[in-house]
């Protein structure tokens, strides 16, 4: 196991990860500075990515903010093989599984692989998976987004992405989605996958409630980027009351 796989990994159930865009980021950087430093201690890791307007130069530059106020490890989340960098710590290193385009799910990882391995990035290969209206990210990666109602077409993608090796599934609704992943469609995955992919839930979390019910259904991870965004002390609030459950654990 390696270093940033074994951290999620041992922390199953309660990791929160904040999503930072260079794009949104770089243009307040000291109030994302502020806001991350009094986050960091209750976060897993910091996700640095998005799907339009920024390249490697600019995932540099946030890295470095992050790195100036917060120790966790900083993940990439690339929209591109272009936001490839030897600062991070790891990659989620994706396939967008029901995109309908063969660049989504294989052509850009031909052109990342040899970069992650250039620049001896930890990889953790991670299906992404898209669900509900999808967002950006949907649009973008062509998605043909898995119905909230259908979660046996979800729990199908999930096996396969199983089946294929796959240790990570980030289940996707959308960043600033009006809906949420249901808890419940979370919870069919668990049931039947269990502790054999790591699960990671985003798109539209802004609520306490909503956090946890989905950490409680089975997500081993969850993500907050929007909230973070627009509203920073509710979004602490979040990590401040799933660490203090963590810890009377
Ligand atoms: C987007 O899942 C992430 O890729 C985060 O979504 O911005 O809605 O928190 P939000």
């Given at each position: ?19 930072l ?29 998005g ?6 130069c ?35 290193f ?9 660049k989504?799910?294989i052509?850009?990882?031909?052109e ?19 669900v ?13 987004p898995?119905?909230f ?15 294929l ?16 992943v ?14 054999d ?19 409680n259904?089975?997500?081993d ?29």
């Amino acid at each position: 196991m390696t270093a940033v796989d074994k951290v999620l990994l041992d922390n199953r159930g309660k990791n929160v990860f904040i999503l930072l865009d260079p794009d949104k980021v770089l243009k307040e950087k000291d109030t994302y500075a502020k806001n991350l430093q009094r986050a960091c201690s209750g976060i897993a890791s910091v996700l640095v990515g998005g799907s339009t307007g920024f390249s490697q130069c600019e995932v540099n530059e946030t890295i470095d903010l992050v790195r100036s106020v917060c120790n966790k490890p900083v993940i990439i989340f690339p929209g591109s093989p272009a936001h490839v960098t030897p600062k991070a710590d790891a990659i989620l290193f994706m396939s967008l599984l029901n995109s309908r385009k063969t660049k989504f799910i294989i052509e850009d990882q031909l052109e990342g692989s040899l970069l992650v391995w250039k620049y001896g990035l930890e990889a953790l290969p991670t299906a992404y998976l898209i669900v509900g209206e999808g967002g950006t990210a949907g649009w973008i990666g062509d998605a043909n987004p898995i119905p909230f109602e259908k979660p046996e077409i979800l729990l199908m993608y999930v096996l396969a992405a199983k089946y294929l090796g796959f240790k990570y599934v980030y289940i996707e609704a959308g960043s600033g989605a009006k809906r949420h992943v249901p808890p419940e469609m979370v919870k069919a995955v668990k049931n039947v996958v269990g502790n054999d992919v790591f699960l990671i839930v985003g798109g539209g979390i802004r609520t306490i409630e909503t956090a946890k019910s989905l950490l409680n259904a089975g997500a081993d991870g969850i993500v907050l980027g929007t909230l973070f965004e627009r509203d920073p002390d509710r979004a602490i609030e979040i990590i401040n009351s799933i660490t203090r459950e963590k810890s009377m654990r």
